[in-house]
């Protein structure tokens, strides 16, 4: 007999840990509905081995739509969705005293709505089948006061919450629901952000970080796929700061 394998949907397969994350998935024996992925992302994870749903029109997480394809995307093709991870954000700096409802309005759209839309979707489904694992990539910054975004930390926090409580709400239908939550990650965005594409200025971001180094994509992806994989089910409702110590 054919053993069923697990299905895994990533929700931005485009950037930051998606792509990393999808290549471990495929190496687990995971089937692949995937927001955005490249040509070649796609062409290497069929030649692995897995079956791949690529969905297109979905870079805008914070738009209901998105997550609303994406799921029906691995209905129709699956028929279930094993595992979920949704990575998003939209980062708003600057002073509080400075700041204006726009910007509050600009962050939770791009820090709360989109996990809300994510989830609203994905977790009736997981729901009616009795099972799943849903993994939301929120910041470290829910963890502390963040001095110069603290919209961003504080919608951050309530993506954070939200989670926390979905799994509260799901655990009874054997639904597992965790957020973990990055800073100071070597990735394209960051290092812009703050300047690190510069050594000096890297230096001195990481001289903020115990570690005293930036986090890679891989090892962020080995670490967000136990939330995933089937491998621990018995972790729900959990928060875990991914910073080298800074949270």
Not at 58 to 72: Q, R, T
């Amino acid at each position: 007999m054919t053993e069923t394998r697990r299905v895994a949907l990533v929700a931005d397969a485009a950037h930051y840990v998606g792509p990393d994350l999808a290549r471990m998935l495929a190496a687990t024996g995971h089937d692949l509905v995937l927001g955005e992925p490249s040509a070649d992302l796609v062409a290497e994870l069929e030649a692995a081995g897995a079956a791949v749903e690529a969905v297109t029109g979905v870079a805008n997480l914070s738009k209901a739509g998105s997550s609303e394809a994406l799921v029906a995307a691995a209905t129709a093709r699956f028929g279930r969705i094993d595992a979920a991870v949704i990575a998003s954000g939209r980062i708003v700096t600057g002073r509080f005293t400075r700041s204006s409802v726009e910007d509050l309005d600009k962050v939770v759209a791009g820090c709360l709505h989109a996990p809300y839309h994510f989830m609203r979707n994905v977790v009736p489904v997981m729901v009616e089948q009795r099972s799943g694992q849903v993994l939301v990539i929120t910041s470290a910054s829910a963890a502390r006061p963040t001095p110069g975004a603290p919209l961003y930390s504080a919608a951050r926090a309530g993506a954070t919450m939200l989670a926390r409580n979905v799994a509260d709400e799901v655990a009874r239908d054997n639904v597992q629901v965790n957020a973990v939550g990055t800073n100071f990650m070597d990735f394209p965005e960051f290092l812009a952000a703050t300047g690190a594409t510069d050594p000096e200025v890297r230096a001195k971001v990481e001289s903020q970080v115990p570690l005293r180094r930036l986090g890679s994509m891989e090892e962020f992806a080995s670490f967000c796929r136990v939330f995933l994989d089937g491998t621990s089910t018995f972790t729900t409702g959990q928060f875990v700061a991914y910073a080298g110590g800074w949270a």
